[in-house]
């Protein structure tokens, strides 16, 4: 703004001038993240966030961008926005940032877990290589992060905990390899995800599921197929949200080339359906949403009866959900839930952390 420049011709914004919109177009991307500042920590009173008074986790980034397009991630659209402005995906040096997480640690030294908000953590392996070698000797705090399954071998479950992670959330979004790879530009096989979340359970890596409900193509087979491979993988914990079509991405473009309905009065994830589909009714996702955990532990100990026993079982199961004349709305009426308790306990921050620690201590023991 000191510059010479007139506001109308600064890029990045956009102006109306008289009566005229002037798009300046964007700025190339930072490519060089070790030239930003530290991040001000202070300037919401971090020691007053739940992260920071109840979790005692400092909240941090290695990277900007990432190299995955799925169509509904806002990453797709940015990076069709900076077409030009040179690589999407960079890193701070592993130095740089690990002085920033002692900076951090040094101005809240009560904090006792780092938490990576990277979209992943291992996606450059040259990169990771060096972290691992040197977080364990610089900070040594238990940290936990986002990745994906594609990432994740052998040797990259092993560098994790041998570096101090201790959970990883990873996106298993639906069960259906068909909506996946069709509808979400997520390539991964059922099997890879299985193999991934196995290897990371072995090595004592807590993991985490995160699935969407009501994607464009959606059926309650489908659902009941996205329970059934979280049963598989045995998750720490899940996190189901309704699908949500942000303006601007190719998944919005599928829903407006199918003309569902979107309510726009929705603000989250998690309240209740966004789009509406003719593949499967609102009732229906609600109800999966409300019972997917006790759907997914009722599966999981259904799958490890004796097989033909379990399997007849599961089709019974699978017959009596997905019937047309299945009470869907009297369930979601009673329903008392996990999420109802989680919403309950998270009044009370201090208790909810502690029995979150214990079970899943508990959990990581069974």
Same mark, same amino acid.
Do not use: C
């Given at each position: 703004?000191?510059?010479?420049?007139?506001?109308?011709?600064?890029?990045?914004?956009?102006?109306?001038?008289?009566?005229?919109?002037?798009?300046?177009?964007?700025?190339?991307?930072?490519?060089?993240?070790?030239?930003?500042?530290?991040?001000?920590?202070?300037?919401?009173?971090?020691?007053?966030?739940?992260?920071?008074?109840?979790?005692?986790?400092?909240?941090?980034?290695?990277?900007?961008?990432c190299s995955y397009s799925c169509t509904y991630c806002c990453n797709s659209l940015l990076r069709s926005l900076y077409k030009e402005g040179g690589k999407f995906l960079r890193h701070y040096s592993v130095d740089r940032f690990l002085d920033e997480v002692e900076f951090g640690l040094k101005r809240y030294p009560f904090l006792k877990e780092v938490r990576f908000s990277d979209d992943t953590i291992t996606q450059d392996k040259g990169w990771f290589g060096e972290f691992t070698g040197k977080y364990k000797n610089r900070i040594g705090l238990p940290y936990s992060g986002n990745e994906r399954v594609e990432n994740i071998d052998k040797e990259t479950a092993a560098a994790l905990k041998e570096s101090g992670c201790i959970s990883l959330d990873l996106g298993i979004e639906s069960g259906s390899r068909f909506i996946r790879e069709t509808y979400m530009n997520?390539?991964?096989?059922?099997?890879?995800?299985?193999?991934?979340?196995?290897? @990371?359970? #072995?090595?004592?890596?807590?993991?985490?599921? /995160? *699935?969407?409900?009501?994607?464009?193509?959606?059926?309650p087979q489908t659902v009941l197929e996205t329970v059934k491979l979280n049963a598989a993988v045995r998750p720490s914990v899940t996190f189901n949200a309704y699908f949500y079509p942000f303006c601007g991405t190719k998944a919005r473009e599928l829903v407006k080339e199918r003309g569902y309905r979107v309510d726009a009065d929705v603000k989250d994830f998690f309240s209740r359906p966004v789009v509406d589909l003719d593949t499967i009714s609102a009732a229906q996702l609600v109800f999966f949403h409300k019972y997917f955990y006790l759907l997914m532990k009722l599966y999981g100990f259904l799958e490890r009866r004796p097989k033909n026993?379990?399997?007849?079982?599961?089709?019974?199961?699978?017959?009596? @959900?997905? #019937?047309?004349?299945?009470?869907?709305?009297? /369930? *979601?009426?009673?329903?008392?839930?996990?999420?109802?308790?989680?919403?309950i306990l998270r009044k009370y921050p201090g208790l909810y952390v502690r029995i979150r620690k214990v079970y899943r201590s508990v959990r990581g023991k069974i």
């Open positions: 703004m000191g510059s010479s420049l007139r506001i109308r011709e600064i890029p990045n914004v956009w102006v109306k001038e008289g009566g005229r919109i002037y798009r300046n177009p964007p700025r190339p991307l930072i490519q060089d993240l070790n030239t930003l500042p530290y991040p001000d920590y202070e300037l919401f009173n971090y020691e007053d966030l739940e992260e920071g008074a109840v979790h005692k986790i400092l909240i941090t980034q290695a990277s900007r961008g997520r390539r991964m096989s059922n099997d890879k995800i299985v193999e991934a979340f196995r290897m @990371l359970n #072995s090595s004592g890596i807590n993991t985490n599921s /995160f *699935n969407i409900l009501g994607m464009v193509g959606e059926t026993a379990g399997e007849k079982m599961m089709k019974t199961l699978d017959a009596v @959900l997905t #019937s047309r004349y299945f009470p869907y709305f009297l /369930f *979601n009426f009673f329903h008392f839930g996990k999420d109802d308790m989680i919403a």
